[in-house]
């Protein structure tokens, strides 16, 4: 069975510096998709960015970008020049490209950002 | 217009109680989850269908029943409710295909007193 595991229970950062969230997974499947979900106080889960397994360069969305590296298992976060409505929990999450494309989350990570 | 729509957003009820909620989405995605966000933020899935069928359930007890009238809809009745039911619950879709992400509503915080 597949696991994701966020260890970082809660993070700071000072507005407009850099911060990277980690995340870990579990996987035999040699597809698959990773994603991270921010949740703001409002509760609403918003898609911050996807990688697919099988593409090589890191995806990048803006002042988001991710560190995929495969052979580790390892699917990290960054955000460059913080605001202060980053503010959320961050959740990392695994779906199969495959079967019954279930979506496994981390535990998630809080992001606190200080003006 | 709101891709995943929830209702209630928020209910409050008694325990031993039955109660319900909405869920439709208007993306055409042929696939519909229900997960629960425990007080801890700990998402887990709960239930999933693709085209009105099941095909993802959890060990989830039988008092909590989905049913998909269409692919548009999934409603999730739970009866005899606990204190323990007390959670957010999150309707999600996806096309259910290889491609594309996972669409959440806005949740539904139900508390048990």
């Known amino acids: 069975a597949q696991t994701v595991t966020q260890s970082q229970p809660e993070m700071s950062v000072q507005e407009a510096e850099t911060v990277t969230l980690s995340c870990t997974y579990d996987t035999s499947e040699s597809d698959y998709y990773l994603f991270w979900y921010k949740q703001p106080p409002s509760r609403q889960m918003i898609l911050v960015i996807r990688?697919?397994?099988?593409?090589?360069q890191n995806a990048t969305e803006n002042r988001f970008s991710v560190n995929f590296q495969k052979a580790a298992k390892s699917f990290s976060l960054k955000i460059s020049d913080s605001q202060l409505g980053d503010a959320a929990m961050y959740f990392c999450a695994y779906r199969s490209t495959s079967g019954t494309y279930k979506y496994i989350f981390g535990t998630g990570t809080r992001l606190k950002v200080l003006a | 217009d709101t891709a995943v729509s929830q209702t209630p957003k928020y209910l409050v009820t008694q325990m031993g109680n039955d109660k319900s909620i909405k869920c439709e989405q208007n993306l055409g995605h042929d696939t519909m989850y229900w997960y629960k966000q425990d007080s801890k933020k700990f998402l887990k899935i709960m239930f999933s269908?693709?085209?009105?069928?099941?095909?993802i359930n959890e060990t989830v007890p039988n008092r909590f029943s989905p049913k998909s009238p269409d692919k548009a809809h999934l409603n999730l009745h739970i009866n005899s409710l606990e204190l323990g039911d007390s959670a957010v619950y999150f309707c999600?879709?996806?096309?259910?295909?290889?491609?594309?992400?996972?669409?959440f509503g806005q949740g539904t915080r139900l508390t048990v007193v």
């Open positions: 999600a879709s996806s096309p259910g295909t290889r491609l594309g992400e996972a669409f």
């Open positions: 269908y693709n085209n009105k069928e099941l095909i």
């Open positions: 990688q697919e397994a099988y593409k090589q």
